[in-house]
């Protein structure tokens, strides 16, 4: 019944390692984001796809690639994890990603870090 | 630059009082804003939107205010319950051609019982 599921919801390991966060919506919507929310926070958006195209693309360094195998998913994957990656990573999704009046729905988060 | 930001990041009430969250947006060509709530160890959730062409809107126990003016936007909860303990986001949306929304820092409400 979860509207935007994520896994997993924790995640450690070492610096250099590449890993993959799973984001899944079963609300039929077209849009799909990727936030990364900091240690004393903030939230910031990353990535948004539209039917499985790339809309928001913000200033991310490219060791992250997200991957959206159609619109009901999006992964996150993570080359080459830093320290700095440490956060909480939150998947959302909306009805459509123009106009007003969108809601988006926020999974329960993955809580990275990185050792 | 573009930026959402909260007025006080810790706001404690008793329990049964009203509570007002502020937050200062800096875009003036934004046109739809969102108030979230935030409980510890799960995602945003959404409590009530607005658009740029009012300037109040009701939903239960909340409200939202919107001035455009000074570029201000609060949201004031009724009759404040313990449930209500969590960290509250505004959020903007830029542009009305993408769903990108800039979010603030988040004031943490405490209720007292």
């Known amino acids: 019944d979860t509207a935007v599921s994520q896994t997993p919801k924790y995640l450690v390991t070492q610096m250099g390692n590449d890993k993959s966060i799973k984001c899944e919506q079963n609300?039929?919507?077209?849009?799909m984001y990727w936030y990364k929310q900091d240690s004393k926070k903030f939230l910031k958006i990353m990535f948004s796809?539209?039917?499985?195209?790339?809309?928001i693309n913000e200033t991310v360094p490219n060791r992250f690639s997200p991957k959206s195998p159609d619109k009901a998913h999006l992964n996150l994957h993570i080359n080459s994890l830093e320290l700095g990656d440490s956060a909480v990573y939150f998947c959302?999704?909306?009805?459509?990603?123009?106009?007003?009046?969108?809601?988006?729905?926020f999974g329960p988060g993955t809580r990275l870090t990185v050792t | 630059g573009e930026s959402v930001g909260l007025h006080l990041p810790t706001l404690s009430v008793q329990e049964g009082d009203n509570s007002i969250i502020n937050c200062a947006y800096s875009?003036?060509?934004?046109?739809?804003f969102i108030w979230y709530k935030q409980e510890s160890g799960k995602g945003p959730q959404f409590i009530i939107d607005?658009?740029?062409?009012?300037d109040k809107r009701q939903g239960q126990r909340v409200t939202v205010l919107l001035n455009k003016t000074v570029k201000h936007l609060s949201l004031q909860i009724a009759a404040t319950q313990p449930g209500d303990s969590a960290v509250y986001f505004c959020?903007?949306?830029?542009?009305?051609?993408?769903?990108?929304?800039?979010f603030g820092q988040g004031t943490t409400l405490q209720v007292k019982p």
């Open positions: 607005i658009r740029s062409n009012m």
């Open positions: 609300l039929g919507h077209d849009t």
């Open positions: 959302a999704s909306s009805p459509n990603d123009r106009g007003l009046d969108y809601e988006q729905y």
């Open positions: 875009n003036s060509a934004s046109d739809y």
């Open positions: 796809y539209n039917n499985k195209e790339l809309i």
């Open positions: 959020a903007e949306n830029p542009s009305s051609n993408t769903g990108k929304l800039i």
